[in-house]
């Protein structure tokens, strides 16, 4: 065992305790608070799980999926949250994300760092099948949250269907059966006033 590889393990791994004090925009289901990225993450790795049977691909790699869910928001530590219906916040986010990824995954050993930001690649190009379903569930929890309080987040940034519709479609790519779930809780929010319906 190399003690300067365990060094590096370990920075690296008190490093990402910065995780639990980024602060998302979607509020955990009592409303009391807005949940943070640690927690995101780690509710992703058990949707991961719990819905990989309706994933589009039948033969997917879900240990792949639960690496790419929990690191995935990591750049996070350094670039920030980048709210999900922020345009201007989107334009700069992939290079302020990459900077990010360069910093944090460069504290680990060489291999483990290589591996960890490929992953994280992957997940944002969305190509293959394991990237495709785990970007299915980042949007659907969201999503889900929202319903759940009763729009929260979407009420206060008036957020519309449309928009929520737009941004979130490639749900469809890694899970036809999440996709049209989520449409029909989308228009059952509308339904009943937790978003407000906007054109197709």
């Known amino acids: 065992m190399s003690i300067e590889r365990l060094q590096q393990q370990i920075s690296f ?33 058990v949707m991961a799980v719990i819905l990989l049977e309706h994933a589009n691909t039948e033969k997917i790699d879900i240990l ?17 949250d980048t709210f999900a219906y922020d345009d201007a ?13 360069d910093r944090i995954f460069g504290l680990l050993p060489e291999d ?31 999503m889900l949250l929202n319903y759940y309080t009763e729009g929260h987040t979407w009420k206060q940034n008036g957020i519309t269907s449309d928009r929520v519709i737009a941004y979130n479609r490639h749900i469809n790519d890694g899970s036809t059966v999440l996709w049209e779930y989520a449409q029909q809780f989308i228009d059952d929010a509308v339904q009943k006033g937790y978003l407000k319906k906007g054109e197709k």
Do not use: C
Not at 64 to 80: N, Q, R, S, T, Y
Not at 89 to 101: C, V
Not at 121 to 140: C, G, H, K, N, Y
């Open 13 to 45: 791994i008190m490093e990402i305790d910065k995780l639990k004090t980024i602060l998302r925009k979607s509020y955990i289901t009592d409303r009391s608070r807005a949940e943070n990225d640690a927690e995101h993450s780690w509710h992703l790795a």
């Open 64 to 80: 792949k999926i639960i690496k790419m869910v929990l690191i995935h928001d990591i750049v996070e530590i350094d670039a920030g």
């Open 112 to 142: 483990q760092g290589q591996e960890l930001k490929a992953l994280w690649e992957e997940f944002e190009q969305r190509e293959s099948p394991e990237s495709q379903f785990a970007a299915t569930i980042d949007r659907l929890a969201p």
């Open 89 to 101: 916040g989107h334009t700069d986010k992939y290079e302020r994300e990459l900077a990010a990824a």
